[in-house]
C-alpha cells in the first residue's frame, strides 16, 4: 500500500457515522494549533506591558521590559507554523507585494508587520534607546558596535530627547493596545468567519481569543520572571508576583465567563449542528476540552489562585500556587487552540459522523517541527536577554 | 519644512529615515517584482490568459467521434453510458481527429471500469457498484459487459437482483409468503430505469388493515388487531418494519 493509502486506512477504524471522503484527514493540523496559541502570548505579554505604561501599575514594573522582549520572541516565531505548513516560504514576500484585500488570510501579513514594525520594534527601540547610548560608551569590541548599530547612531540623551522618548513610548502603547486587539483579534475572526463550520462561526470568538490571549501572556510571563529571578539569584518582588497572580486571576474570570457564556449560547440556540458537537464534547474532546482546557487548564489555577489569595499562607508556598497554576493554565490554554482548531475538523459537515486526528511524528506537519518551533521563541529570548538585559541594574541612572 | 526637519529630535530624523528607506524598497521591490501585466484582468498575470489559450490542445469533445464512429456512438448515447464521454475511456483523441492513423488506447483490462464502479460508501445507493475482488476476478469486464451498452447480461427478472438485502430479510419473515408487488405496484419499467420509474408504497393504514383488520376477507391463520383500537394514530411501519414484521412480544 502507498504510504498516503495507508495513512488514510489507518484513520477508516476511528471514524464513526458518515463522513464525506474529503473530511477523513483534517487539513489544519498541529502547526495551525500552535500558530494561534503563539500570537496569543504575543498579545496577552504585550497587554501586560501596556498595564505599565498606559494605567500606571507601578508593581508590575519589573516585568515591563521582559514582556516586551517576550511578546517580540514569540512574534518572531509565530509566522514559521504558518510558513512550515503552506510550504514554499520562499514565496511569501508575494503578498506584500500584491496584497488581495479581500482574503482576510491574506492580510495577515499586513497584521503582523504593522505589529511587529510600527509598534514593538518602536516600543522596545525608543524605551531603550537612552540605555544603549549609554551603554555603547562603556562597552568594547563588538558589542560596543552592536549597540551603537543599534540604537541607530544616535547620540542625544539629554533631558529633553529623552522626555521625548517617554512621550512617544505612552502614544505608541495607546496604539499598541488596540493593534494587540487586532492581531489576536483576527486570529479569532479568521475562525469565527467561517460559517460553514458551526463550531467555529461565531462573533464572540475573536473576543474569547483575545481574553485567553491576555490569560496565557499574563501566566507566560508568570513563569518568565520566576524563572529568570531564580537563575539570577535575585529575590522575587512580592509586590509584583502578587499583581501578575492578581491580574491572571481576573483575566481568567472574564475568559471563563465568555466561554460559558459561547457554551450556553450555542446550547440554548440548539442549532441543528448540536447534536453531532454534543458527541464532540462528550467524546473525542472529553479529555482536552472538559479535562484539560476547563477542569486542569480554568477551574483548579481560579481556585488554587483564590485560595492562596484568601488563606495566610507563607509567601515560599504562595510562589509554588502561583508558578504552578500559571504552568497549568499554560497548557489549558495551549489545548483550548487544539479545541478549536482540531475539534473543529472532527465532525462531518453533513453532522453525522466524526473522524480522528492521528499525528505525525516526523514530516513537516510533525510533532517534531512544532516542538522545535514552540522551543525556538525560548531561544530567541534568551539572545535578547543577552543584547538588551531588560534587569533593573541593567538600566543606567 | 527645513527649519521643521530641523527642529526634530535626533532620534525621530532616525525613524523618519528608516521608514522612508522601507517605503523606497517596497515600491522598488514592487517595480521590480511585480510582472508588467499583474492585474491586467484580475489578480493574475495578463500574460497566463494567453499562455494557456496557447496550450496544445488535447481533447476533441465527443461530439466530433460522431461523425466517424456514427454506429458506436449510436449505441452509446442510448445505453446507461450516454454521460461517460468517449475520451474518459480512450483517452485524448484531438490528434486522432486530425489523423486517425494516430491510434487510440482501448482499456481493455479491469482497472479503469472499477475507477468508477467499485463499491464506495460515498457513491450514491443506485449507483450500480460492485465489489471487484468477488465480482469475477479474472475476467475482464468487457468479457460480459460491452463498455459501449454495458447493460448487464439480462434484466433481472426479480426484485431480489436490486434489492438483495430486502428480499433475503422479507424471505424469513411472517411476510415471505407476500409477493413485492403486493404492496408495491412496480412497473417494468422500473427494472430498467429504476429511479425514473419509482414503484408505488403503501400509503395508509387501511392497506395493511386488508389482511389484518378483524373484519379483514381473508384466510384464518392471520393474526388480527382492532384497526381503531390499535394505535390509531400512526402508520403501521412507524412500528412494524413491514419486510420483517414482528409483534414485539
Avoid at chain 1, 11 to 33: A, M, R, T
Avoid at chain 2, 49 to 71: M, R, S
Amino acid at each position: 500500500m502507498e504510504p498516503t493509502t495507508h495513512h488514510l486506512y489507518s484513520l477508516f477504524h476511528e471514524i464513526s457515522g458518515y463522513i464525506y471522503p474529503n473530511e477523513i484527514e483534517l487539513h489544519w493540523k498541529l502547526l495551525i494549533v500552535i500558530y494561534p496559541y503563539l500570537t496569543g502570548l504575543v498579545a496577552g505579554a504585550f497587554i501586560l506591558a501596556s498595564l505599565v505604561k498606559v494605567f500606571n501599575v507601578q508593581q508590575l514594573k519589573p516585568t515591563y521590559r521582559m514582556s516586551l522582549l517576550t511578546a517580540l520572541a514569540f512574534l518572531i516565531a509565530a509566522p514559521l507554523p504558518l510558513l512550515a505548513h503552506l510550504g514554499h516560504p520562499e514565496k511569501s514576500y508575494e503578498i506584500f507585494l500584491t496584497p488581495n484585500t479581500t482574503s482576510a488570510m491574506a492580510m495577515f501579513g499586513f497584521v503582523y508587520a504593522w505589529y511587529l514594525g510600527a509598534v514593538l520594534l518602536l516600543e522596545i527601540w525608543l524605551d531603550y534607546r537612552r540605555d544603549l547610548v549609554l551603554w555603547a560608551r562603556k562597552e568594547k569590541g563588538v558589542k560596543k558596535w552592536l549597540h551603537k548599530a543599534l540604537s541607530l547612531f544616535s547620540v542625544d540623551i539629554y533631558d529633553k530627547a529623552v522626555r521625548f522618548d517617554k512621550k512617544f513610548v505612552k502614544i505608541i502603547t495607546i496604539i499598541g493596545i488596540p493593534s494587540a486587539f487586532l492581531l489576536h483579534g483576527y486570529v479569532g475572526f479568521l475562525f469565527g468567519s467561517i460559517k460553514a463550520n458551526p463550531w467555529w462561526s461565531s462573533v464572540l470568538m475573536p473576543i474569547v481569543f483575545l481574553f485567553s490571549a491576555i490569560v496565557s501572556g499574563i501566566a507566560l510571563m508568570l513563569i518568565i520572571y520566576m524563572i529568570v529571578t531564580m537563575m539570577k539569584e535575585r529575590t522575587v518582588d512580592r509586590a509584583c508576583l502578587e499583581k501578575l497572580a492578581s491580574f491572571m486571576f481576573y483575566a481568567m474570570i472574564v475568559d471563563f465567563s465568555l466561554e460559558i457564556l459561547d457554551f450556553m449560547h450555542r446550547i440554548y440556540e440548539s442549532e441543528e449542528s448540536i447534536k453531532i458537537l454534543a458527541e464532540l464534547v462528550s467524546g473525542k474532546l472529553f479529555v482536552s476540552l472538559i479535562v484539560i482546557q476547563l477542569l486542569i487548564g480554568m477551574i483548579i489555577p481560579l481556585m488554587a489562585i483564590a485560595g492562596a489569595k484568601l488563606f495566610k499562607i507563607p509567601f515560599e508556598l504562595k510562589k509554588i500556587v502561583y508558578f504552578v497554576s500559571a504552568l497549568l493554565v499554560q497548557f489549558g490554554i495551549f489545548s483550548t487552540r487544539w479545541n478549536v482548531v482540531i475539534g473543529g475538523q472532527l465532525f462531518s459537515k453533513s453532522f453525522r459522523g466524526l473522524t480522528a486526528y492521528k499525528m505525525e511524528f516526523l514530516g513537516l506537519e510533525g510533532l517534531m517541527v512544532s516542538l522545535a518551533i514552540m522551543i525556538l521563541p525560548l531561544f530567541i529570548l534568551w539572545f535578547l536577554f543577552k543584547v538588551l538585559p531588560p534587569w533593573d541594574d541593567a538600566r543606567n541612572p | 519644512m527645513l527649519k521643521l526637519w530641523k527642529k526634530f529630535p535626533g532620534q525621530l530624523k532616525r525613524l523618519i529615515l528608516i521608514f522612508l528607506l522601507f517605503v523606497a524598497a517596497l515600491m522598488t521591490a514592487r517595480h521590480f517584482l511585480i510582472p508588467h501585466d499583474y492585474g491586467q484582468y484580475g489578480n493574475y498575470r495578463g500574460g497566463s490568459v494567453h499562455e494557456i489559450a496557447n496550450l496544445e490542445v488535447k481533447y476533441a469533445g465527443q461530439i466530433v467521434c460522431v461523425d466517424c464512429h456514427d454506429d458506436i456512438a449510436e449505441i452509446k448515447f442510448a445505453g446507461y453510458h450516454k454521460n461517460v464521454a468517449c475520451e474518459v475511456c480512450h483517452g485524448p483523441g484531438a490528434a486522432h481527429v486530425e489523423d486517425s492513423d494516430i491510434e487510440l488506447t482501448s482499456p481493455r483490462g479491469r482497472d479503469l471500469c472499477i475507477l468508477c464502479h467499485e463499491y464506495l460508501p460515498s457513491r450514491p445507493t443506485g449507483f450500480p457498484q460492485i465489489v471487484s475482488e468477488s465480482h469475477n476476478r479474472v475476467k475482464p469486464c468487457i468479457s460480459c459487459h460491452d463498455p459501449h451498452d454495458p447493460v448487464p447480461p439480462e434484466a433481472p427478472k426479480e426484485c431480489s437482483a436490486c434489492h438483495g438485502t430486502i428480499a433475503r430479510t422479507k424471505s424469513h419473515s411472517y411476510h415471505a409468503d407476500v409477493e413485492c408487488v403486493y404492496c408495491h405496484q412496480a412497473s417494468p419499467e422500473h427494472k430498467v430505469n429504476p429511479r425514473e420509474n419509482l414503484p408505488s408504497k403503501p400509503k395508509t393504514r387501511d392497506f395493511c388493515g386488508k389482511c389484518h383488520a378483524e373484519d379483514a376477507d381473508v384466510e384464518f391463520g392471520i393474526p388480527r388487531v382492532d384497526m381503531d383500537a390499535h394505535e390509531k394514530r400512526y402508520v403501521c411501519w412507524q412500528c412494524h418494519y413491514p419486510h420483517l414484521p414482528e409483534a414485539g412480544q
